[in-house]
């Protein structure tokens, strides 16, 4: 059997994949085109493990079981970061994801605060103060 075919379908359903990672701005799309990259890896491997005579039999077709776990796992962890995404956000879109979480500003403790700025010394009496 020559394995040209099967091959070349791989080669194009991963390079398919891997443009519709790099093209896509819908989280949801981006995902698809990993699951679309990971059929192709598997159907490699089945071709590679009927084609070649390798020292472990089967041995492709353990890969793409394990390949499958894989990317059944991914689709759970994934659409649950794509959810909560989009119950924060309302929208799905990559490319409004910010992807470092802005600088917290620490609140400023009243010892650090100056006389003159807490109106202390200033003639200025503020509420509940008697002079």
């Known amino acids: 059997m020559r394995p040209v075919i099967p091959y070349v379908t791989a080669a194009l359903l991963f390079g398919l994949g891997a443009y519709g990672v790099l093209r ?3 989280a949801v799309l981006v995902l698809m085109a990993v699951e679309l990259m990971l059929n192709a890896v598997n159907l490699i491997l089945v071709t590679a493990d009927t084609t070649v005579r390798a020292v472990l039999p089967h041995s492709g077709q353990v890969f793409a079981l394990f390949v ?19 119950r ?14 802005p600088p917290a500003v620490a609140p400023v403790p009243a010892a650090a605060v100056p006389a003159a700025a807490s109106g202390a010394s200033g003639g ?4 509940g103060e008697q002079r």
């Open 124 to 127: 200025q009496t503020g509420p």
């Open 88 to 101: 924060l956000r309302a929208t799905v879109a990559v490319d409004e994801v910010p992807l470092a979480e």
């Open 68 to 86: 499958i776990v894989l990317a059944a796992a991914e689709v759970g962890v994934g659409l649950a970061i794509v959810l909560q995404l989009y």
């Open 24 to 26: 896509r701005r819908n």
